[in-house]
């Protein structure tokens, strides 16, 4: 499976990552060259195995569904690029 | 030197009254300011802020109720939120970013008594190997080739500024993660030992997400006792981290007298790869012969899908990784390039914010990830990944623990293993299954090779049996009697 320079655009849209045309090219062959090396997992059987999404050995231990941190905006928005009140600020979305 | 004391040996100092707790942060803070220019070990010294922990330190002291690490100087790899102290993951995008909360792992440190130096370089948001993709410049490893002192080599990565630090004796002990081989691996090409634990041991909370499933913090020191006393603090349940383990935190230090005497060693067969150097080879086979001379019985064993580890890993961390740094949006917090609307601010953000490697990762991870290929990639490099388990989990039926090279070469040139991404990846080769399955693991110095720099065994064990990996670890530490030092390091002359 070899990725196209249309294919590169998509991923990198999808990604909200800006790339120039320029990017596109030097990407599109570093991706082909490490999605290439990947492939070497067709060679393993894997019929019949389950798939194992994390390493925990401990059961995971349940809490009470309740609201248990929060209300304080000013902190949170300490580190925000641009705020108004108790809110983040954006570009205009809606005319 | 106070600088370079052992963390038991600085705790007996510092409760024999033979030296104080800021006498030991100025020594620390003073070597930092001689050597840091030159190494970029630290991002961030947090010069007041330690002497203010310091002194506190000395009155608990003197109050007699200090903590196990009062006063203990400590690096802290800048992927660990501090409140109040700026935490970067050596990325540009999260340059503006102070933390108003400290990440669990620290906060342990902290109730325990630590000082902390400063936060510590690394590969941006610890993707790499070398320590080269920090947004914040390269570290320099403070070991020389005998041969070629001038040239500088890689510290190794992700956790390169901690490793590097701890090996200067810039710090007594740091915190590192490990997501791939990222503690170990610059533990063995620093010459130092570093210890990723089981997976669920220490509270990822407050650790900026490169992994989750990946994720594993953990100490780095210059003896493994240094390392057990630092993960003890550091360990214990979370309630913030839905996957913290819920399970009672020994005394690893009194672990590492145990001996190997009884214990089942197993060598795995596949861990020899193709360009190994032979001095490597030799100092596993020299290993063997420490641990059966002490008392254990070596096994050959074999994890037959070891060599698709890497592979496994490099598409189930960008995909994760693709999932955790969409938070960085420019909106919230971190760096922000303004645009003509949202999305076009959300991806110049991100264009400016991440480094080459980053974005390589999260568009890896994207695509994986992506409607008609996830099945493709990402489920089957999860049933690889429990096929790594499976072998992992046969073998510990029959021994206790495993014994390994830590990484495949010896730390290598700044301006070498640049031009293939692939081939940075390959240093993880021993060390990545270990994160695929969150069983515990060790990096102990154990010989130099004819370049006179450093190598490390491994030593892998049971999940949360890290008690029999600090004990064959302190083995392998006793007889190797590793007491090389680095070239560059606090008090030498230059």
Same mark, same amino acid.
């Given at each position: 499976m070899s990725l196209d320079p249309a294919t590169v655009r998509r991923i990198a849209s999808l990604a909200r990552i800006r790339v120039t045309d320029d990017e596109v090219e030097v990407l599109r062959g570093e991706l082909n060259g490490i999605l290439g090396w990947i492939?070497?997992?067709?060679? %393993?059987? %894997?019929?019949g195995i389950a798939p194992l999404a994390g390493a925990t050995h401990a059961a995971a231990r349940l809490r009470d569904? %309740? %609201?248990?941190?929060?209300?304080?905006p000013q902190k949170i928005l300490s580190n925000a690029p641009d705020g108004t009140g108790e809110y983040f600020a954006v570009p205009k979305v809606v005319e | 030197m106070l600088t370079g004391l052992t963390i038991a040996e600085a705790a007996a100092g510092l409760r024999a009254k033979k030296f104080t707790a800021e006498e030991l942060c100025l020594a620390h803070l003073n070597a930092i300011e001689a050597l840091n220019p030159r190494? @970029?070990?630290?991002? /961030?010294?947090s010069h007041s802020q330690a002497l203010d922990q310091a002194k506190a330190a000395d009155a608990a002291l003197a109050r007699g &109720?200090? *903590? +196990?690490?009062?006063g203990i100087p400590l690096a802290i790899k800048d992927l660990f939120c501090t409140q109040g102290i700026r935490t970067t993951a050596a990325s540009k995008i999260l340059g503006p970013f102070v933390p108003p909360y400290e990440s669990t792992v620290t906060a342990n440190l902290l109730r325990d008594g630590a000082v902390f130096l400063g936060k510590t370089n690394l590969d941006e948001f610890a993707m *790499?190997?070398? @320590?080269? /993709?920090s947004a914040y410049g390269p570290v320099e490893n403070p070991w020389k080739r005998r041969?070629? +002192? &001038?040239a500088v080599l890689v510290p190794g990565g992700s956790s390169g500024g901690s490793a590097a630090a701890v090996s200067a004796q810039l710090a007594m002990g740091g915190t590192g993660t490990d997501t791939g081989g990222s503690i170990r691996q610059p533990a063995s090409f620093c010459g130092i030992v570093g210890m990723k634990p089981?997976?669920?041991?220490?509270?990822?909370?407050g650790v900026v997400a490169f992994a989750s499933s990946l994720d594993h913090p953990g100490p780095f020191a210059r003896t493994v006792q240094d390392t057990a006393i630092l993960l003890r603090s550091m360990s214990g349940y979370d309630?913030? =981290?839905? /996957?913290?383990a819920d399970v009672p935190v020994p005394d690893?230090?009194?672990?590492?007298?145990? $001996?190997?005497?009884?214990l089942r060693i197993g060598i795995p067969r596949e861990y020899r790869v193709d360009g190994m150097p032979a001095e490597i080879e030799r100092l596993w086979q020299q290993g063997i012969v420490w641990l059966k001379d002490a008392g254990a019985e070596i096994v050959d064993v074999s994890l037959p899908h070891t060599r698709y580890g890497l592979a496994a890993y490099y598409v189930i961390a960008p995909a994760e990784a693709s999932s955790n740094l969409a938070?960085? =949006? $420019?909106?919230?917090f971190g760096l922000r390039t303004n645009g003509d609307d949202l999305r076009d601010l959300y991806e110049r953000t991100r264009a400016d914010g991440f480094g080459t490697e980053v974005k390589r990762r999260i568009l890896i991870g994207t695509y994986v990830l992506s409607a008609g290929y996830y099945d493709a990639y990402y489920l089957r490099a999860q049933k690889v990944r429990a096929l790594i388990l499976r072998d992992f989990t046969d073998a510990f039926q029959n021994v206790d623990a495993l014994l390994t090279p830590?990484?495949?070469?010896?730390a290598f040139g700044?301006?070498?293993? /640049? &031009? &293939? +991404?692939v081939t940075m990846y390959l240093n993880d080769v021993f060390t990545v299954n270990g994160n695929l399955a969150g069983i515990p693991g060790i990096s102990v110095p154990a010989g130099l090779d004819t370049d006179g720099l450093p190598l490390g065994l491994q030593v892998l064990g049971k999940p949360f049996d890290e008690e029999t990996v600090f004990a064959v670890g302190a083995e392998i530490e006793r007889a190797a009697g590793f007491t090389a030092l680095p070239t560059l390091r606090a008090g030498a002359t230059q």
């Amino acid at each position: 499976m070899s990725l196209d320079p249309a294919t590169v655009r998509r991923i990198a849209s999808l990604a909200r990552i800006r790339v120039t045309d320029d990017e596109v090219e030097v990407l599109r062959g570093e991706l082909n060259g490490i999605l290439g090396w990947i492939e070497q997992l067709n060679e %393993v059987n %894997v019929d019949g195995i389950a798939p194992l999404a994390g390493a925990t050995h401990a059961a995971a231990r349940l809490r009470d569904d %309740v %609201v248990n941190d929060g209300g304080y905006p000013q902190k949170i928005l300490s580190n925000a690029p641009d705020g108004t009140g108790e809110y983040f600020a954006v570009p205009k979305v809606v005319e | 030197m106070l600088t370079g004391l052992t963390i038991a040996e600085a705790a007996a100092g510092l409760r024999a009254k033979k030296f104080t707790a800021e006498e030991l942060c100025l020594a620390h803070l003073n070597a930092i300011e001689a050597l840091n220019p030159r190494l @970029n070990a630290y991002l /961030t010294v947090s010069h007041s802020q330690a002497l203010d922990q310091a002194k506190a330190a000395d009155a608990a002291l003197a109050r007699g &109720d200090a *903590g +196990p690490l009062a006063g203990i100087p400590l690096a802290i790899k800048d992927l660990f939120c501090t409140q109040g102290i700026r935490t970067t993951a050596a990325s540009k995008i999260l340059g503006p970013f102070v933390p108003p909360y400290e990440s669990t792992v620290t906060a342990n440190l902290l109730r325990d008594g630590a000082v902390f130096l400063g936060k510590t370089n690394l590969d941006e948001f610890a993707m *790499g190997s070398s @320590n080269m /993709t920090s947004a914040y410049g390269p570290v320099e490893n403070p070991w020389k080739r005998r041969q070629n +002192p &001038d040239a500088v080599l890689v510290p190794g990565g992700s956790s390169g500024g901690s490793a590097a630090a701890v090996s200067a004796q810039l710090a007594m002990g740091g915190t590192g993660t490990d997501t791939g081989g990222s503690i170990r691996q610059p533990a063995s090409f620093c010459g130092i030992v570093g210890m990723k634990p089981t997976y669920g041991r220490c509270s990822r909370w407050g650790v900026v997400a490169f992994a989750s499933s990946l994720d594993h913090p953990g100490p780095f020191a210059r003896t493994v006792q240094d390392t057990a006393i630092l993960l003890r603090s550091m360990s214990g349940y979370d309630a913030k =981290d839905s /996957t913290s383990a819920d399970v009672p935190v020994p005394d690893f230090a009194a672990a590492c007298g145990r $001996g190997v005497r009884g214990l089942r060693i197993g060598i795995p067969r596949e861990y020899r790869v193709d360009g190994m150097p032979a001095e490597i080879e030799r100092l596993w086979q020299q290993g063997i012969v420490w641990l059966k001379d002490a008392g254990a019985e070596i096994v050959d064993v074999s994890l037959p899908h070891t060599r698709y580890g890497l592979a496994a890993y490099y598409v189930i961390a960008p995909a994760e990784a693709s999932s955790n740094l969409a938070r960085y =949006d $420019g909106v919230r917090f971190g760096l922000r390039t303004n645009g003509d609307d949202l999305r076009d601010l959300y991806e110049r953000t991100r264009a400016d914010g991440f480094g080459t490697e980053v974005k390589r990762r999260i568009l890896i991870g994207t695509y994986v990830l992506s409607a008609g290929y996830y099945d493709a990639y990402y489920l089957r490099a999860q049933k690889v990944r429990a096929l790594i388990l499976r072998d992992f989990t046969d073998a510990f039926q029959n021994v206790d623990a495993l014994l390994t090279p830590t990484a495949p070469s010896a730390a290598f040139g700044i301006d070498e293993k /640049t &031009d &293939d +991404p692939v081939t940075m990846y390959l240093n993880d080769v021993f060390t990545v299954n270990g994160n695929l399955a969150g069983i515990p693991g060790i990096s102990v110095p154990a010989g130099l090779d004819t370049d006179g720099l450093p190598l490390g065994l491994q030593v892998l064990g049971k999940p949360f049996d890290e008690e029999t990996v600090f004990a064959v670890g302190a083995e392998i530490e006793r007889a190797a009697g590793f007491t090389a030092l680095p070239t560059l390091r606090a008090g030498a002359t230059q």
